[in-house]
Nanobody, 119 residues
Framework: VQPVESGGGLVQAGGSLRLSCAAS????????SGWYRQAPGQQRELVAL???????NYADSVKGRFTISRDNAKNTLYLQMNSLKPEDTGVYYC??????????????WGQGTQVTVSS
C-alpha cells in the first residue's frame, strides 16, 4: 500500500492550501489516517488524525484552522489548511493504518509534500 501526497506549495501567511493523499494497493480497509509534519531540524509531529468512522483529533497548534477529512470509497485523505502561519512550514506526510485483502496489517507512509508559508 502506497500513499501519495499532493497539494503542497508556497503560500503567504493567512492563505490556504488543501493537501490530498491517495492510497493505492490491495486495500481492504483503512482504520486510521493521519497527517504529520516535520520542520527542518525538528522531529515529525502529529497534525491531525481521522478514524474510519470520522472521529478526529488535532494538534493544539492547528485546532480551528485545519480540517481533516477522508473519502473512504476513494481511499483518499484530505487536509484543508486555512489561516496558515510561517510556523506551519514543513514537510507534510500522510499515514495510513489498515488491513489488506490478504489479512495483513499495513502502516504506510507517503513520501511527503513541502508546505512553505512566507511571512
Amino acid at each position: 500500500v502506497q500513499p501519495v501526497e499532493s497539494g503542497g506549495g508556497l503560500v503567504q501567511a493567512g492563505g490556504s492550501l488543501r493537501l490530498s493523499c491517495a492510497a493505492s494497493g490491495n486495500i481492504l480497509s483503512i482504520y486510521t489516517s493521519g497527517w504529520y509534519r516535520q520542520a527542518p531540524g525538528q522531529q515529525r509531529e502529529l497534525v491531525a488524525l481521522i478514524t474510519s468512522r470520522g472521529a478526529t483529533n488535532y494538534a493544539d497548534s492547528v485546532k480551528g484552522r485545519f480540517t481533516i477529512s477522508r473519502d473512504n470509497a476513494k481511499n483518499t485523505l484530505y487536509l484543508q489548511m486555512n489561516s496558515l502561519k510561517p510556523e506551519d512550514t514543513g514537510v507534510y506526510y500522510c499515514n495510513a493504518l489498515g488491513r489488506d485483502y490478504k489479512g495483513f496489517v499495513f502502516d504506510s507512509w507517503g513520501q511527503g509534500t513541502q508546505v512553505t508559508v512566507s511571512s
